[in-house]
């Protein structure tokens, strides 16, 4: 399909975003930190969590008080091979970023590594942090807890938040393996998107609570909310399509997320007090980091990734189809096509760019102002 959006520079883009999130409150550093992990969405194509989610999910939140724009990391706990940090409810890119630093050093030293967050926020891409891991020929594993919206199966409530279950490896390609998916069969994030560029959610993802499906994707946003409509897991509604699979994934994701740390879980994240005000999110995240070298070696495990990749790529392909793709594989050719080109901005993103810069009264002006 034709890109029809005008692109932003890359560096102007980058730029922007670390000014306006500096602006708002958050150290230059870290600003910069929360930028880069935004960029990286769009770069790989998940636009549902790049310069789409900056305002309505960071900005606004720093503004209604759910989010502290100033991090202070507490570590909890801390061992040869763990750590548990207590984020206070900063940004969770930046305690995600500090967590995930201090694990690959522990993994180099130690062989496995692993950590968890609690009091935390929306981190961003879960790829993020697992990649960071594969760029030092580590393993990368990582998942967060969010806000109530899947419904177990046989079930019409919302009870686990989408829960992304994702992996990094290193392979002798010139992109990791990596799958980031969450565990619902479509993400919250992907609806907000519809609803902003006014497409409805396909039917049959969306549950309301007496049984029929939702596809107004406004309505579903606000009935998430309200309690009135779930998402099905991943797999599908009842047993049929094996929905239980993603319940129990969902599951597996929401306990390492809280357990672990101690933190909050299920209808304590949902940013709503008893008495309808808003609250912190307090959401948790978990990271494992695993050295290959502690086994057969990075040279051997980057080699048989690889080339159980490229087997799995020229298998015999369905009728229809010339193409098989792995995980990953589809981000690097993205950013392979974006890379000159810089982030394609859809016009509702353009007004709250436009919005911000000239709150703050930014130096910025953009190619789709002209």
């Given at each position: ?20 999130f ?10 910069a ?12 194509g ?10 309505p ?11 502290l724009?100033e991090?202070e990391i507490?570590?909890l706990?801390e ?7 207590d984020?206070?409810n900063?940004?969770?890119m ?25 009091n935390?926020t ?7 942090w ?7 020929g580590?393993?990368g594993l990582?998942?967060t807890n969010?806000r ?11 009870m ?6 994702t ?5 002798d ?12 069969i ?7 998107y519809?609803?902003?560029?006014g ?5 049959g ?17 606000q009935a ?7 998402l099905?897991?991943l ?7 094996a929905?239980?699979?993603g319940y ?14 101690g ?22 995240h978990?990271f494992?980091?695993i050295?290959p070298?502690a086994?057969m070696?990075?040279d051997?495990?980057r080699k048989t ?6 087997a ?22 993205t ?6 080109k ?24 953009f190619?789709?102002?002209?």
């Amino acid at each position: 399909m034709t890109e029809t959006r005008p692109y932003v520079a890359w560096d102007l883009m980058n730029d922007f975003l670390t000014d306006a999130f500096a602006g708002f409150g958050v150290p230059r550093e870290e600003a910069a930190i929360c930028a880069d992990v935004l960029l990286e969405s769009d770069r790989r194509g998940i636009e549902s969590h790049g310069c789409n989610r900056f305002k309505p999910i960071y900005i606004d939140r720093i503004l209604n008080g759910t989010l502290l724009p100033e991090t202070e990391i507490e570590i909890l706990k801390e061992t040869p091979t763990t750590v548990v940090m207590d984020a206070h409810n900063g940004m969770g890119m930046v305690a995600s970023h500090r967590m995930m630093e201090m694990l690959i050093d522990k993994a180099k030293k130690n062989g496995m590594a692993g950590g968890a967050i609690r009091n935390s926020t929306h981190y961003g891409i879960a790829g993020y942090w697992a990649t960071m891991a594969s760029k030092e020929g580590l393993i990368g594993l990582t998942g967060t807890n969010a806000r109530p919206s899947i419904a177990p199966t046989f079930g019409v409530e919302n009870m686990m938040g989408t829960n992304p279950l994702t992996f990094a490896f290193p392979t002798d390609e010139e992109f990791p393996f990596c799958i980031d998916c969450a565990t619902s069969i479509v993400q919250r994030g992907k609806i907000e998107y519809y609803a902003r560029e006014g497409k409805d959610t396909p039917a049959g993802m969306v549950v309301a609570r007496d049984g029929t499906a939702m596809t107004d994707s406004a309505q579903i946003l606000q009935a998430l909310v309200d309690g009135e409509a779930a998402l099905a897991p991943l797999g599908g509604i009842g047993e049929e399509l094996a929905g239980y699979k993603g319940y129990g994934y969902a599951a597996v994701v929401e306990i390492l997320s809280a357990a672990l740390a101690g933190g909050k879980f299920m209808k304590a994240l949902t940013g709503v007090a008893e008495d309808g005000s808003r609250r912190m999110y307090q959401l948790g995240h978990f990271f494992f980091v695993i050295d290959p070298d502690a086994f057969m070696g990075q040279d051997q495990f980057r080699k048989t990734a690889g080339d159980i990749c490229r087997a799995l790529r020229a298998s015999q392909k369905a009728p229809g189809h010339d193409r098989i793709y792995t995980a990953g594989e589809k981000e690097y050719l993205t950013w392979l096509d974006r890379r000159d080109k810089g982030v394609p901005v859809s016009a509702a993103v353009q007004k709250e760019i436009l919005e911000v810069r000239d709150r703050l009264n930014l130096p910025y002006h953009f190619p789709f102002e002209d």
